[in-house]
């Protein structure tokens, strides 16, 4: 499976630390998203790009910030988190966003926050 | 904005049965009702989707009832199999619009 990667595929981070998850799409899309996936919660995005651009921050934290330097590549970077931002952090892509039901999600980082 | 409510949270059936997921959703605008897999430690993927403009969609073992009218759209699975398994999640979306909203997620058992 190799559409959507996303690295590390773990991690283990301080409140004080800084750290960032990667995601990449091989699929040539335009548009690129950023969800949480909590235990017992619906997925919730988080940031859409298009076209490099973010188009959507739905209510986030400055905490997490996110970069699109190219459409093939979305970054999330993390820094002074808390303990309830432990969670299954997935990306995914789509040809545009006024496709976004045609979403190919990665793999996900799964983040422990100590 | 939308909201989406998914039932039931678990789902258990004997392999070879039926099982049915329902979702509600509140804006009568949306238009746009896709239905995502998640196998344990793995990425969801779309299994099917319909539009507002029908009524009902099939592939194979799998189909979608939506009524727009009471605002509800549903996941029908028949002859189970162990590796019907997963998470499923329904969302709604007005087309063209910049974001899916997930419902809570059905986690469906199938017992051989």
């Known amino acids: 499976e190799t559409g959507v990667t996303q690295t590390p595929r773990h991690l283990v981070m301080g409140m004080t630390n800084k750290k960032s998850l990667k995601c990449e799409q091989h699929l040539g899309h335009n548009a690129m998203y950023w969800y949480k996936q909590s235990a017992k919660k619906p997925l919730e995005l988080m940031f859409v790009y298009n076209f490099k651009e973010q188009t959507e921050n739905n209510s986030v934290p400055s905490r997490f910030s996110p970069e699109c330097p190219n459409s093939s590549h979305l970054f999330l970077h993390l820094h002074t988190l808390q303990p309830e931002d432990s969670a299954l952090y997935l990306c995914a892509s789509s040809q545009e966003t006024t496709r976004v039901y045609e979403q190919y999600f990665g793999p996900g980082t799964r983040l422990t926050v100590t | 904005g939308e909201n989406v409510e998914q039932h039931p949270s678990t789902l258990s059936v004997q392999e070879g049965d039926s099982a049915v997921i329902k979702c509600t959703y509140s804006?009568?605008?949306?238009?746009?009702f896709p239905w995502y897999k998640q196998e344990l430690g793995k990425r969801p993927q779309l299994i099917i989707d319909i539009r507002s403009n029908v009524g009902e969609k099939k592939d194979q073992r799998i189909a979608v009832t939506l009524n727009k009218t009471a605002k509800h759209f549903s996941l029908h699975i028949t002859e189970t199999q162990p590796e019907d398994s997963a998470v499923y999640f329904c969302a709604a979306s007005l087309q063209g619009a910049q974001k899916l909203v997930f419902g809570q997620g059905t986690r469906l058992t199938i017992n051989p």
């Open positions: 804006d009568s605008a949306s238009n746009y």
